[in-house]
């Protein structure tokens, strides 16, 4: 089983639609979690930090459910810029090397 | 202000061949880090530096791979006797410092391909 995990996509969806897609993690460890976003043959951008308490920047909210190990990203009202990969990332506080990808949701929205 | 910078952003090379990747990390970021990213996958840790020293190298697949950097800065990925299965691209990142929660910012990317 990976340490990290999300379901690749496609998640076609049309403009203004709400959309959201989770990501579990295996280590119960695990300290730090990010969602970062990837344009094709682009480098990752951080999108947002994941808080305990789950957190909100404009159209994007991010849950974190320590119980079941895993985390969300909610895209509101979605763009046509929002199309990208999106990314899970999760960390341990314990060693450099436990900073783990996982291999990317891939969202298209429509017109 | 100016971004992680890599060069060359696309290398092409024969199998058996020695090549070098640098890295330009954002100006006084004590971390820097190494991934390397196949197609359909998200980016594998290989090293990770604070400073001038590998804090972290146990992502290097192999002996064939080492990095450095010497002044604290610029780093260099060096890939020993190239193989096949060694394309990818390889990603540098640098954060300000090696907190686990610090935001890393990324280069664009080194393409690279063994023939």
């Known amino acids: 089983r990976k340490e990290v995990e999300q379901d690749p996509g496609p998640f076609n969806v049309p403009e203004g639609a709400t959309v959201a897609f989770n990501c579990t993690y295996s280590?119960?460890?695990?300290?730090?979690f990010f969602w970062y976003r990837q344009d094709c043959r682009k480098e990752p951008k951080l999108l947002m930090s994941?808080?305990?308490s789950g957190n909100e920047d404009g159209r994007f909210t991010a849950q974190l459910n320590r119980a079941s190990q895993y985390i969300s990203l909610l895209i509101r009202d979605s763009k046509l810029s929002d199309s990208a990969t999106y990314l899970c990332v999760v960390t341990t506080a314990s060693s450099a090397s436990k900073i783990i990808f996982g291999s990317g949701t891939r969202l298209s929205i429509r017109p | 202000g100016a971004g992680v910078s890599q060069t060359p952003s696309n290398k092409v090379t024969e199998k058996g061949k020695y090549v070098e990747l640098r890295c330009d990390p954002i100006?006084?970021?004590?971390?820097l880090y190494w991934y390397r990213q196949s197609l359909g996958q998200g980016p594998e840790f290989l090293i990770y530096f604070q400073g001038t020293g590998a804090a972290d190298d146990s992502g290097l697949p192999n002996d064939r791979f080492f990095a450095v950097r010497p002044e604290g800065s610029v780093s260099t990925l060096k890939i020993q006797r190239t193989e096949r299965g060694d394309s990818a691209v390889y990603l540098c990142?640098?954060?300000?410092?090696?907190?686990?929660?610090?935001?890393?910012?990324f280069g664009p990317g080194t393409r690279l391909l063994v023939l």
């Open positions: 990142a640098s954060s300000l410092t090696s907190d686990r929660a610090e935001t890393q910012y």
């Open positions: 280590n119960s460890a695990s300290q730090s």
């Open positions: 100006s006084g970021h004590t971390a």
């Open positions: 994941v808080y305990s």
